[in-house]
Each structure stands twice: as C-alpha cells, then as structure tokens.
C-alpha cells in the first residue's frame, strides 16, 4: 500500500514538472514572437517573416491550453499539496488566469473576421495588459526559483523556524539578504526592460496622453499652404475620433516639403495628371465619418476625414476600357496595394488631405493617404503619391507576404469582389 501511494506521487510529481516545463517553453516562445509582432523595429526588418511568426505565434498560442487541461486533471492533489502555503496558491491562480486570459482573447484575436473589432479592440487591450503585466511576473517567476538564486546552503544551518523569534531574526539577516538583494536585482531589470512599453502603451491606450495636436507640433512634413479644412470637418461632424492609431511603417517614415512632394495618376488613363501641393489642396473635397480597422485588432471609430473621392479622381483621368484594377503607390517607395476598379469606385474610398479637421501628420501616412474605411488599414496606403491604373492585378506589400488578399473587414463585404 505505502508503496503503492509512493509510486503514485512519484508519477504525478513527474507529471506536474513536466506539465510545468512545457508551459515554461510554450510561454518562451509565445513571448519572443509576440514581443517580436508588437516591435516597430521588427516591423521594419522582418518584412515577410512577420506572417510567418504570426502563424507561429497562434498555432503555439492555442497548444497553450494543453498544460491548463492536463493540470486542472491533477490540480485537486496539487491544491491539497499546497494547504498552508498562500503565496503558492496565489501564484498558481496568477498563472492559470494569465494562460486562460491569453488563450481566450488569442482566439478572439486569430478569427478576428468572426468576431469583428467589437470583439477584438477589448481582446487586444487585454492581451496587452496581460502581456505587459503577466510577462514580467512570469520572468520574476522563473528567475528567482532557479537554483542559483534560491540555494543557499548556510540557510538550513539556521533554520529559522526552530529558533526563538529575537535571535533567530538576527542570525537570519545577512543569510537572506543575498537572496533579497537578487529578488529586487531580477525586478529592477524586468522593471527597466518592461517599464517602458508598458507606460507608452498606458499612455496610448489608457490616458490618450498623445493627442492629434501632439503628433502635429512634432510633424516632420513642411508643406505650406495647410490645407483649410471645410465647415463639416472643423469642428469634425464625426465629433471628433475615438481611439488611437498604433503608427505602422515597414520603412522610415518618409518627410515631404513643397518641393519634394507631388500626386500622380497615370497608366492606363485618358489623361495624365501630376499635381504640386499647391495645385493639390485646391481641388474639390469631400468629408466622410468613418471606422478604421487594423487586422491586428485595433480600430479607431468615427474618423472625420476630409479629401479627395477615389472615385472623382479616377473619373477626372478617364479610364481606359483595358484598365481593371487601381495600383497605389506610397512615397515611402516601398510600399504598394491595390484594389479592383470596382472597389476603387466605392463612394467611400478616399485620397485623405485632413483628419478630424487637422492635416494628417507624417507618423499617420501625411501629407496624403488612402482610406479604405470598409477594408482593413493595411489598404489604406500611407504617404500616397501615385495612383496607377493597370490591366492585371497587383499584389500589394502585405499580401505579398502573406495577408488576406480580400480586405473586407465584414463577412458580408467579403462577397463583393
Ligand atoms: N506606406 C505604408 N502604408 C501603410 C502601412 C505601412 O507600413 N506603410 N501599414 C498599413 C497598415 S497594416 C495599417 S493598419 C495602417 C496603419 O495606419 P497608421 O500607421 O496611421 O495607424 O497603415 C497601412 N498603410
Ligand atoms: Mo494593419
């Protein structure tokens, strides 16, 4: 019998270490290619391994639940094992909501088309809560259990717990103080690393501490007249945005003057264009309140944009009858997407001038970009300069390397080719 009971505690002592070192590997690699997908800096290199770390990231993501299933099987023993021991029991507790917490908005996250920005605006606040928060505390974690921070082979020559309080205190003091002087050691690095992009994205997220006029003061864009925003646009009729555009780049962000900066539409046309800023901010605009989306989860509701119509631009041109899809160039030189001639005519596919009645800064695709409300950012070309009508199709950056080719945000677009 006692041996029977020794084998079993054998095994389930195997068992949970090994439950523990898959979680250990699994939370490794999900925070590399997460701490990877969230950088600006590896937005910029990666360029098409970023699809490929994505999908990493989620296959990875979902086998996290496999430890929390295996665990709950034994957690009852595990439970009983840690009676008399809080601090234990709440670091379990701590663990398994940041798993499940990661899980569950993770899949909001990954059938983003499912759910929809609803869905996945709150699911990203909380992934990057969990992350900026849950990430630190499992380092601290792991690093003050190994070995070399824990052992402390002169500590059960005392042992405390047999001494009498006063002296025992004092025979303690210095033994602890290697261990705690490494705890606070460990927590000031993690503060350091972390400390920083948790506080801008608090500052972004939370207190909005970046406004528009921020970003405007510090534009790097020289052009000169500003354009002068219509009666609908300021103040905004849209009442102004609600949420924060996370400033996306795969190059530096480019800087345009007058004399640097022209709008071209060519290829398959009846009449070419080039137009300088001067030329370009007289012309005819419209206003539109509209959503934008990221596939990345993120939106910003009721943009009150000002610009030019997609669709007036490409009628000024004339369009050819072999022309068939609308290629859109970024003055990053890098950058491309395209739509169908048919998506380009939808009444709310703009070439922006203003947003929320103020010229859109450099960091958000300033002087001028495209806005493909119903799609998701990624077709929204920033610092657009060129629009080219062709006869075959274009893949455009991001779906060179992986994105959707259909950009629809809702399933009901998505038929509308
Ligand atoms: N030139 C250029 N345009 C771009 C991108 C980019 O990296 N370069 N990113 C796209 C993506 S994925 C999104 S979500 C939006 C983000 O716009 P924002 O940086 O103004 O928030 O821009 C889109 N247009
Ligand atoms: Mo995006």
Redesign the pocket.
């Known amino acids: 019998m006692v041996n029977w009971l020794a084998k079993l505690r054998k095994g389930y002592g195997k068992k949970l270490r090994r439950i523990h070192t898959w979680n250990a590997w699994i939370v490794v690699i999900l925070a590399i290619t997460g701490l990877i997908l969230v950088s600006g800096y590896w937005?910029e290199a990666l360029g098409g391994w970023r699809v490929w770390i994505k999908w990493a990231h989620v296959y990875v993501g979902l086998l996290l639940i496999a430890p929390v299933i295996y665990y709950l099987f034994l957690a009852a023993k595990h439970w009983k094992q840690l009676r008399g021991r809080p601090k234990q029991k709440t670091n379990v507790i701590v663990v398994l909501g940041l798993l499940v917490g990661w899980f569950l908005s993770g899949i909001v996250l990954w059938q983003l088309k499912l759910f929809g920005p609803s869905w996945t605006n709150p699911a990203l606040v909380i992934h990057d809560l969990l992350t900026w928060v849950g990430l630190p505390y499992i380092i601290y974690h792991s690093i003050t259990r190994l070995k070399w921070i824990k052992e402390e082979p002169e500590r059960r020559a005392v042992k405390i717990e047999d001494e009498p309080a006063k002296k025992g205190l004092e025979d303690e003091r210095p033994i602890y103080s290697r261990r705690v002087f490494l705890k606070w050691s460990v927590a000031g690095v993690l503060a350091v690393i972390f400390g920083p992009p948790f506080l801008k994205w608090i500052g972004k997220d939370l207190w909005k501490t970046q406004t528009m006029e921020d970003l405007l003061a510090s534009d790097a864009n020289r052009m000169v007249p500003p354009p002068s925003p219509s009666p609908k646009s300021l103040p905004p009729i849209g009442g102004g945005s609600r949420g924060e555009?996370?400033?996306?780049?795969?190059?530096e962000i480019p800087a345009f003057d007058n004399a640097t900066w022209s709008f071209t539409i060519d290829g398959l046309v009846n009449k070419e264009f080039q137009w300088n800023w001067e030329e370009f901010v007289k012309m005819q605009r419209t206003v539109q309140v509209s959503d934008?989306?990221?596939?990345?989860g993120w939106s910003?509701y009721q943009n009150t944009w000002e610009g030019l119509r997609l669709k007036d631009l490409l009628a000024m041109a004339g369009v050819r009858e072999e022309a068939k899809f609308v290629k859109f160039y970024?003055?990053?030189e890098?950058?491309t997407?395209c739509l169908s001639l048919r998506q380009a005519n939808y009444d709310d596919m703009m070439v922006a001038v203003l947003h929320d009645g103020q010229p859109i800064p450099s960091?958000?695709?300033g002087p001028v970009?495209?806005i493909a409300p119903k799609m998701?950012?990624?077709?929204?070309?920033?610092?657009?300069n060129r629009i080219e009508l062709i006869a075959e199709e274009h893949i455009g950056?991001?779906e060179q390397r992986g994105?959707d080719q259909d950009g629809w945000v809702s399933k009901r677009g998505a038929t509308e080719t």
């Open positions: 937005r555009f996370r400033v996306y780049t795969v190059t934008f989306h990221c596939v990345t910003v970024s003055g990053d890098v950058y997407d960091d958000l695709g970009r495209l998701y950012g990624y077709k929204s070309v920033k610092w657009l950056y991001w994105y």
